[in-house]
């Protein structure tokens, strides 16, 4: 069973830096992608930045140039390093895996989220 733990939340005030941090654990045939979702009440979770297969990566409009995301092999962690925060980007923030079984079924794998607040 794959397991995602998500941590590096908490407040900051705008203009701050926050990095996230999501820890794999479990057996993975193949990864799909790897990224970072938020959300907040009322609207739909949105994508903030993906890695792909082949190492593409997709930011989502508002976080170009300020969010980067970035992966450890050996620690099998995934981070979102977020600076210049906008209280705009206050969410909570999710980690995402899409990935296949040796079958080729696609599977779908959510952490718990960790709450980012960005308020003076």
């Known amino acids: 069973q794959v397991q995602l733990v998500e941590s590096g939340g908490g407040l900051v005030q705008p203009g701050g830096s926050l990095r996230l941090s999501c820890v794999v654990s479990?057996?993975?045939?193949?990864?799909?992608?790897m990224g970072w979702y938020r959300q907040v009440p009322g609207k739909q979770r949105e994508l903030v930045a993906a890695i792909l297969s082949g190492d593409n990566i997709n930011y989502v409009e508002s976080v170009k140039g300020r969010f980067t995301i970035s992966r450890d092999n050996y620690k099998n962690t995934v981070y979102l390093q977020m600076n210049s925060l906008k209280p705009e980007d206050t969410a909570v923030y999710y980690c995402?895996?899409?990935?296949?079984?040796?079958?080729?079924?696609?599977?779908?794998?959510w952490g718990q989220g960790t709450q980012v607040t960005v308020s003076s």
């Open positions: 995402n895996f899409k990935v296949r079984t040796r079958f080729g079924s696609r599977l779908e794998y």
């Open positions: 479990g057996s993975i045939f193949a990864i799909d992608s």
